[in-house]
């Protein structure tokens, strides 16, 4: 009971469970004299000095009831006062003995030895999911739009922050509970589970075959909300985390804590740990650093980088996404007349451009139409043909790819 008190709680109680135990002794001593004065006082008198007697007992009966409460209160007496004892040496000798620990200023060319640059091919080579830890604006969502643009797999997100323009390059049927509706956010998990419980039949009856082309990307933000909110959360994370790495499901939860409790699963640390990757954002980053693998240069290296720098298990990593979203097109050789020319072009492009050239690049010397695009993407959804072809020329005026036809007939096609 004692590690319950505060510092100065335990020198006050120490000083009344000792108070009380010398009051008891006291009167317990008054009692026994004042009855042997008695036997020889004039019998009128007696009375009153047995009276004080009494009373002086029932004052050490009081005194014995408050120092028993109090030692439950402390428990082991002679352990708490050597924490008593120690914390008043820490206050008493601090100001003499206290050691001031600098760290010099971190080389700029100092690098961990056990550096990721690839938290994604680190990610996939350890077949697990993903936890990720971080703060407000230490960049959780694009992070995990990062991983969705690169995991692989449908990617179906479960957000019900979402803002009309957060995962625009996905089907937005696949992202699921805007405007907080956790109901369909529940619903959703549920079929999950469902799915899951297929695919095991479905492997289980022809192979790793029979469920190819059925992988996915989990995505749910701020999964503590949803451990409230959604009463299939808890499961969801706990077959996924302990089945779904096996049938090629997997999952990325969000959070502002590491801890086993913030993800549903109280009493199975295990499960976090060996199942997730726990990717570390901003402070929680230089927190791991400092407080479980006690390297103060690499909380300064993870310091000096900001956001690009961050903890992926017990591994450092520095990615830079402030430019994410954008897409340079690499340097293109040209040869011809047995010269060689390197032509280097960078275009800044919007979802849009983006889907288009992704097309492109995917059906070489196919010629895209605009119809053709409203039909296969929700991107597009609301916008008209003549808007698509302004795209196309766009992008051709720009190199991108090439125009053919003219009006209502121009189509795009990627060229080198």
């Known amino acids: 009971m004692s590690s319950e008190l505060h510092p100065s709680q335990l020198h006050q109680h120490l000083q009344m469970h000792t108070r009380a135990k010398w009051s008891l002794w006291g009167s317990l001593a008054v009692s026994c004299v004042l009855l042997f004065l008695g036997v020889n006082q004039k019998p009128e008198s007696k009375p009153w000095i047995l009276a004080a007697s009494v009373g002086t007992l029932e004052f050490g009966r009081r005194h014995r009831q408050t120092a028993k409460l109090l030692q439950e209160s402390l428990g082991d007496i002679d352990r708490a006062s050597r924490v008593n004892f120690q914390a008043w040496a820490r206050a008493n000798t601090q100001p003499t003995a206290q050691l001031a620990l600098t760290v010099g200023a971190i080389d700029a060319n100092w690098k961990p030895e056990n550096l990721i640059i690839d938290p994604v091919e680190y990610i996939q080579k350890k077949q697990k999911h993903v936890a990720l830890v971080g703060g407000t604006g230490d960049g959780k969502s694009t992070f995990t739009q990062y991983l969705s643009s690169k995991i692989g797999g449908r990617t179906v997100v479960y957000d019900s922050d979402a803002k009309p323009d957060d995962w625009a390059w996905l089907d937005q049927s696949d992202v699921i509970g805007r405007k907080g509706n956790f109901k369909a956010i529940d619903t959703a998990m549920g079929k999950d589970l469902e799915i899951l419980e297929d695919l095991v039949q479905l492997r289980g009856e022809g192979g790793d075959n029979a469920i190819a082309g059925r992988e996915r990307f989990l995505i749910a933000e701020e999964f503590p909300i949803l451990v409230d909110e959604c009463d299939n959360a808890i499961n969801w994370i706990k077959r996924h985390a302990k089945r779904g790495r096996r049938y090629k499901q997997f999952i990325c939860v969000l959070a502002q804590n590491d801890t086993a409790e913030n993800y549903g699963l109280q009493g199975d640390k295990d499960t976090l740990y060996s199942c997730f990757c726990l990717v570390r954002l901003g402070q929680f980053g230089r927190d791991h650093a400092r407080s479980k693998l006690k390297d103060p240069q690499l909380e300064q290296w993870l310091k000096a980088g900001g956001k690009r720098r961050f903890m992926v298990d017990d591994c450092p990593c520095e990615l830079d996404l402030s430019n994410w979203g954008t897409t340079a097109i690499a340097p293109t050789e040209i040869s011809g007349g047995g010269n060689e020319e390197v032509l280097e072009q960078f275009s800044v492009m919007n979802e849009y451009e983006q889907l288009i050239l992704d097309w492109g690049q995917q059906h070489p010397g196919e010629v895209l139409k605009a119809r053709i695009l409203l039909q296969a993407s929700r991107l597009f959804e609301g916008m008209q043909?003549?808007?698509?072809?302004?795209?196309?020329?766009?992008?051709?005026?720009?190199?991108?790819?090439?125009?053919?036809?003219?009006?209502?007939?121009?189509?795009?096609?990627?060229?080198?």
């Open 385 to 416: 043909p003549d808007e698509v072809r302004i795209i196309f020329a766009s992008m051709a005026d720009r190199g991108l790819g090439e125009v053919e036809g003219n009006g209502d007939r121009l189509g795009w096609r990627w060229s080198k």
